[in-house]
């Protein structure tokens, strides 16, 4: 028998410290219509994956697992607004270039499974707010500092109650 596909993405997956400044942000988001993203929903997509026979995984597993990266630290220093998502987002002004280097390995290591790269350019971002109105963008007086030393990979199961995302394995960014 086959399986059932699995909906899967690659994120980084914030430790309970900086999930609770991002669920703070949510609290104090000037917004208030919309569906807000569960607290232990929160992460930063690396690529997303759609849904997954069971018999690719062991090629995705090896892809992550074949990564060579390093830790570094983000800078959660923008809170802004996509106007075709409809969402409302947190994420560093800029892309570390080691976080760079990540999301395009990982492209380069998943196309070998079948998964085409992503052409529009990498932004990285912790949906906070979804369905939302129009808003500015405001810079975080107090940034929110994460460190990252891995990456995960996740199972998506929409519909029903959130949390929606459970992360599945973890994989280390060593030096
Ligand atoms: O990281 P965020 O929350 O912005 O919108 C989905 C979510 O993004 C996105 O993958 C993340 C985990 O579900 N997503 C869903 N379908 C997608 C698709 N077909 C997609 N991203 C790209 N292509």
Redesign the pocket.
């Known amino acids: 028998m086959a399986g059932a596909r699995r909906?899967l993405?690659f994120?980084l997956w914030p430790d309970e410290a900086v999930r609770a400044r991002l669920a703070a942000l949510q609290a104090e988001l000037p917004q208030v219509a919309g569906r807000w993203?569960h607290p232990e929903?929160l992460?930063?997509?690396l690529q997303?994956l759609?849904p997954v026979e069971p018999g690719r995984q062991a090629c995705i597993a090896e892809a992550a697992r074949a990564v060579r990266g390093e830790p570094f630290e983000l800078e959660i220093d923008r809170l802004d607004f996509w106007p075709r998502?409809r969402?409302a987002?947190a994420g560093p002004e800029g892309v570390p270039p080691a976080l760079q280097r990540l999301v395009e390995q990982l492209a380069r290591n998943l196309e070998r499974c079948g998964f085409e790269p992503?052409k529009r350019p990498y932004r990285p971002?912790?949906?906070l707010l979804?369905k939302t109105t129009p808003a500015a963008a405001v810079r975080l007086p107090e940034p929110i500092r994460w460190p990252v030393d891995h990456f995960v990979l996740?199972e998506?199961r929409?519909g029903g109650d959130p949390p929606?995302?459970r992360p599945l394995e973890g994989w280390a960014l060593e030096d």
Request: proline fraction near 9%; aromatic fraction near 18%; glycine fraction near 4%.
């Open positions: 909906r993405f994120a993203v929903d992460h930063i997509t997303f759609g998502p969402i987002w992503e971002h912790v949906t979804r996740v998506s929409p929606h995302y």
